[in-house]
């Protein structure tokens, strides 16, 4: 993709690489801009004290960093390829990721720079999307990145405008998200957090790769998610993601406690549909040990009834125990997610992503993102398993996730390209901590 | 080791495998231990909601998992063996880590049991040491590590007795330590904290593996570790380490910023002494690409007036940005502390660590515990670097560093055995953002 011209309103913005911390008043962000894009080579630059600014150029000292293309005291520069040849490190790639502020960035960041996610022989740059509030906060984040010497992050730039993080991004993952305010309705979130999300696609389309695999993890993740994709017509539909990894990982751990198992005799545990409490984790196709579960957990009151409870109340359950949301192990499926992507599914087994629904084997209405059993080769891609098995009590609560996904929709027709909105969601089905 | 005995003083106790959450009144405690330690089996348990207790025993299902030893509904075991045997795993092992419900725990412990530390092959149990206040949150966080489904985790216990959660301990990550309060002094901080440390230090010596290693990160880390260590006699002194790792990574960040070289490049980074404001980053013996940095970083004046502040004010600086201490930073320089001990050193490098000066070739003053150059074989273990060069300037504020620890000394007599204290000590050497 050809790099973006640094137009006018370009030069106006706020992508920093993460190095001069000091002065960063909006008038200054031009020439700031400027000086940090310099030769756009791959660079890290650690951040600086106030006083360091207009400090003389440090000695180039180093033969393999070049800095003839590069101004700005501390603009380090390196010679990735060298780097990638006597480490057999693999190209870098960029991940963007929105929301970096807050705590489930702050857990995922440091996995992502660790190369748990990518692996080990995989340098990244990192993009941090953060907001006007939050920049000094995305800030700190990108220091505690430095302090943390990972030698696989090789660029952390930092900025509140998605047409510069963006940039050339080939994984976004989209964490940030109005949380709901007091009274706020499903619907009105739908159309604070669809704005964001309408915004970050079109972003998305106009400067992000061409192949860019984007997961929405700010809720309402599906909606979002087809929002997202919607404004992005240059980026395969297929390419976007919601989150539903946690609610699957839920289940597998509540199916391993009432089984009497250990979690990782668990597998092919579907979530169907949306992520909120008309998602369906599915107990017909999943397997312990590999049997069926319904051969294993001999209590079908149990499945019917209680497990799907369990898996949704898990949130709230925490927040009370802990105070906070489950940062942590939203986190951990974020990766999990990922790597599911990037890794070749085990044989026989899947994995529950929400993906647009367009050609789907299920008889899933077309085009709306719907949590689905997906498998990878490794590649970054997915297809859907087509040899499940349905009954009627899995049908029924598959049209029921289904028809508030397609309500959904029809919230966000203004967002969407689809003409006026109708909002007719007739209760509240956020997962209890997510609110 | 010889298991401890179930004495009556156990049963009342709160050490609890991270099962049943229900009714946790100390009423309940001592059901609930002894249910809980059935058969000292490997396992984990999933929590479980209150009505989930007097549930009928799951049907036995799994031919590996045998639940003779263990009652209790979802007392979950599996067979280690097997998998030792099948996954080429070793032995599992116990890692204890207290202030198990703080920020920088929050991170580290789920990057204890991803195999980001000890490696992929290596299964472990963490045991978590909360407090009276922390409990519940404690709890919250072994519910996140349940739903991150790490194939190495095999079992989580909680507790608020370091008797009992120390048990049988290989590591023990001291991370819990009351936080300065308003008007605080540090002689003060030093006596409430050094309680603390002096229970936990007769806590290992009770239980934990005879060769546990210790990691103190709880401030004033350095005389906390000398602490414990004085009240653990059966556990070698060598085993004893106070964290100063965070400091050495944000002096190499520092240096390279200032060389213009990406932060690989920098090794042989000594923090000399104590982990306050007194510490002495080691500017002489470290290197930049293989060459000494006098040579690459052609400013005296900045290597002796404004390196070690920038490396002290750090965490201040990210007070400032971030609203909140560097807690993942912290987990990370942790984690970097512990694969220093686990991996062979690099050839020619070395890393920091606060232990125990007898027998050093420096000329310390013996039984402090002081940060110096270490080596490691892989094994746990580490010996000091015998070749470092001195000159002046560093002797000096090693002697500075040296004569706070010798007061802090004086200050905790009465916790180490040497008699009453006698607490002169001059300044204010908190670092800023450990307040």
Known sequence: MAVTDLSPNYAQSRLLKHGPASSRSPASYANRFVDLRCGRRPRVCCSLAPDQVKAPPAPVTNGTASKTECYGVFCVTYDLKAEEETKSWKRMINVAVSGAAGMISNHLLFKLASGEVFGPDQPIALKLLGSEKSFQAVEGVAMELEDSLYPLLREVSIGIDPYEVFQDAEWALLIGAKPRGPGMERADLLDINGQIFAEQGRALNAVASRNVKVIVVGNPCNTNALICLKNAPNIPAKNFHALTRLDENRAKCQLALKAGVFYDKVSNVTIWGNHSTTQVPDFLNAKIDGKPVKEVINDTKWLEEEFTERVQK???????KWGRSSAASTAVSIVDAIKSLVNPTPKGDWFSSGVYTNGNPYGISEDIVFSMPCRSEGNGDYELVPDVIFDDF??????????????????????????????????????????
């Open 314 to 320: 898990r949130g709230g359950e925490l927040i009370k």
């Open 394 to 435: 899995l049908r029924e609560r598959m049209k029921k996730t289904e028809a508030e996904l397609l309500a959904e929709r029809r919230c966000v027709g203004h967002l969407t390209g689809e003409g006026n909105a109708y909002c007719d969601l007739p209760e509240d089905t956020m997962l209890p901590g997510e609110q």
